[in-house]
């Protein structure tokens, strides 16, 4: 597929852009009067969310809205190719300039909220997209310089979409299915003329990413070779949705004849970069990297703070926490050794490991269940309206577990018919422990992701799409913190000791994160900081670090999102003494939904101010 360039602006080019508006012209010895919107501030955000949709129909599915007349978007896939990227690209600055040049004057707070979340998200993708190579996401937390690497490409996310997204209800489901399947080669041959284009700017992965990303492929398209999970997947769903047809003869057709042949050549080019690949792990080593470092820091802390500025708050808020893991870890008996030697030989207890293999497995998934079930009856003394937590538990697919962390959760659809999901890593059972397996579970399901991602599912559906980083993993911090504050340890002092040790772990990230991109760090450098100061597993830690390796930035949004929620909280408390309740701010919070941190600031501000009135 012939490989179209990117439009390419230069900075000063691009702020005129972004900071373009329309004008009214006053024509002299006129009276004038303000200009009616040919649309309501409703109809134009509902318009913009379309927009993006068109652009990317799978999250339509995700979220549930490719219905009625946006039906046809279950059969599509977003266009992968430079020409995709470059109209995407091409329609949030024109839509930037809408959201810009509304008048806001008479719109309610939460339209004003919307419209300032738009705002920000869309200028911080059309920065992105001015980059030369990479994924940019667009209300989204993947900052991925790579297309296709072991955490990022169609060859692991359609699979897994397909299986567990995609419903089949009907005939019309079904045959979207084959629909998508038809369009995948030429997703995959879009990512592949995409990296080929990298690698020749200079880009290439380090070399331990790529042998990761060629083992997952392999698997992968052995898989695909003879039909494998996506042609199960569709035969299963259509016999159990009683829909006759030759699906399995036209979905292996596709599969077997179009979609191996090109992830073949996708793992012939991985194998080719393999071939030129360093060691050198940070975006530092990567033509441009610095600038890509930059925006993928502020894309994902919604803040613009510097490498080092991040850095040097990591390494005081990893003291803090570590000072108050220390009088816990004396008082069930580990007395000796740093905060991280205490924790790794607290980790080689035996009362805290599951079995290994399948019973292990089965006795994670009853444990998640069980804390699932207490921290749902809490809410209540959380939240002044509690959502329903629709959701469900999953393992990872068995190709996608090398590379990935050792869970991931979010929300379901918004009118709730595909529930939300916890995905849990269980390639080994030693990834987990019994005391961290409370907090993970808080994080991921309630009153983490997909708790807050049914407040914002109610939300107009741009902000149902739009997902800022550091708001939607500081708040999965926060809800971890919140869960203790509710009680979740306090009959288990070593599941504390879990919960403050993942709390260090994101303090950890964001030096380890920096240290990669921006001071230089080596993979063993950052593998080593995670064991020796905060006693964490090696073998679940070198594919958090391979992660950082091929998302840079994204891992520093959690603790600096975290610390802004309790900052606002402070806050708060303090304007409103008496009258401050815990219920009506996390209500205020995710009531305003998944915003960047100025613009939950503002939100704060006015709960702050309603409730002083």
Known sequence: MQNTPRISLSRRQLIGAMGATTALTVLPGCVTTPAVPAMSGEELLSDVAWNLLRHEPTRATGLGVDTGEHAYLRGRLADASQAGQDAYAATLRADLERVRAYPKAGLDPATRTSFAVVESAYATAVEGFALPYGDIPVGSWRTAPYAVIQNVGAYIDLPRFLDSDHPIATREDAEAYVARLEAMPATLEGELARIQAARGMGVVPPDFLLDKAITQMTTQLADVSSGGSMVESLVRRTTEANIPGNWQARAEAIVTGRIAPAMASQLAELRTQRGLADSDPGMWSQPGGD????????????????????????????????????????????????????????????????????????????????????????????????????????????????????????????????????????????????????????????????????????????????????????????????????????????????????????????????????????????????????????????????????????????????????????????????RYDLRDFDQAVVDGGNAPLDVLAANVGRYIARTEA
Not at 336 to 363: C, I, N, T
Not at 374 to 379: H, K, S, T, V
Not at 433 to 456: A, D, F
Not at 539 to 561: F, K, L, T
């Open 291 to 578: 600038e890509w470092y930059r925006w993928a820091l502020k894309s994902s802390t919604t803040t613009t703070r510097t490498p080092d500025e991040i850095h040097e708050l990591g390494l005081a808020t990893l003291e803090t926490i570590h000072a108050e893991m220390d009088p816990i870890l004396r008082s069930v008996g580990y007395t000796q050794g740093s905060v991280g030697a205490r924790m790794a030989a607290l980790a080689e207890d035996p009362r805290y490991k599951f079995a290994e293999g399948d019973p292990g497995r089965a006795e994670i998934m009853s444990f998640i269940q069980e804390r699932i079930g207490w921290i749902r009856d809490q809410m209540p003394r959380a939240f002044r309206r509690v959502m329903p937590g629709n959701l469900e538990v999953r393992r990872l697919p068995l190709a996608e577990e090398p590379g990935a962390p050792t869970a991931y959760g979010g929300a379901g659809s918004v009118d709730g018919t595909v529930p939300g999901k916890m995905w849990i890593n269980l390639r080994t059972t030693d990834l987990h422990r019994r005391y961290s397996i409370p907090t993970l579970v808080h994080h991921e399901t309630i009153p983490g992701h997909v708790w807050e991602g049914e407040y914002s599912n109610s939300l107009p559906l741009i902000r149902s799409i739009l997902a800022f980083n550091a708001f939607s993993e500081g708040w999965a911090l926060y809800a971890e913190q919140l869960a203790s504050e509710l009680g979740a340890y306090d009959d288990n002092p070593v599941w504390k000791l879990g919960y403050l040790q993942d709390a260090a772990f994101r303090a950890c990230r964001m030096v380890v994160d920096t240290g990669l991109h921006s001071k230089r760090w080596s993979r063993a450098e950052a593998v080593n900081f995670f064991v020796e100061r905060n006693g964490d597993n090696p073998d679940d830690i070198s594919s958090e670090v391979d992660r950082y390796c091929s998302w840079p930035g994204q891992a520093c949004g959690y603790m600096m999102g975290k610390l802004e929620i309790l900052r606002q909280r402070e806050r708060a408390m303090t304007a409103l003494g008496g």
